[in-house]
């Protein structure tokens, strides 16, 4: 498994390789362009070209990228949908440039609307930009399911995936928080493993491309999406030893996305502590 951490361009695109080899990681996710703002960040060649450099150079393996927030692909508004396009559609492209293994989407919301018809709307989005760009995946994360957030279950996954035309470059990121806010239970090794033959089963085989590795502040089914440091929260170290340790993972990129302390991100202790909980979870489960 490729576990490592968000961590920021700023100061330019090697910079969060560097960030990365700081946090002893295997794999790396940044924002492309500001999260706070639709204004996209255009890399230069020479940008490019040095990033990819550094990834060469390095012993990370792995780059992803996370579409901004702002992004809502199912909304009824159609000029935010249209801001949604261009921006998840520059994401794929600057995916392709820099050799991103997939870029990763909050689906969108209904909001208070008919969810039918927002999976349509974020199918249509997500159709677009696909056809707008080339190469690069992009991986749906399923959701905590607050505010009417698309994705909140693996039915709703696969809804969007065939309302996307069900591309092979479509995938699925599975967020442990998200998992245990939903109401999926993966607590335990036997539920991990009982709530990914439910993913697969409706996903279908080979769907599921990346993951998010974060603890939860709030308990199962509280729809909340409020992440906790590793071991910190409501799945805990056993929690976490289940997911990483899930079969089938073993090739995945994995990048936490905790608060860390002091509000500093994931240090390379954390990155340090997931990998040691890999680990134990795969000595559990073989008995050892």
Known sequence: MLIGAHVSPAGGLPKAVERGLER????????NQSP???RPTTYK?????????????SDIDAVMIHAVYLLNCASEDAEIREKSL??????????????????VLHPGSAKTGDVGEAIARAGETIRAALADSEGCELHLENTAGAGGTLGRSFSELAALIEAAGGDRRLGVCLDSCHLLASGYDIRTYEGMDGVLAEARAALGEGRIRSLHLN????????????????GEGELGQDGCAAFLSAPGFEELPCVLETPGQKRSGPSAEEVELAVALRERGLAARSGA
């Open 215 to 230: 603890d939860s502040q709030t308990p199962l089914g509280s729809n909340r999406d409020r992440h906790a440091n590793i």
């Open 45 to 57: 060649d020479s940008d490019v070209a040095a990033f990819r450099e550094a990834m060469d150079a």
């Open 24 to 31: 002893s990681c295997r794999a790396i996710q940044i924002f």
């Open 36 to 38: 706070r703002m639709w």
């Open 86 to 103: 261009a921006s998840l559609t520059h994401s794929l492209r600057t995916g392709q440039r820099i050799g991103s293994c997939g870029v």
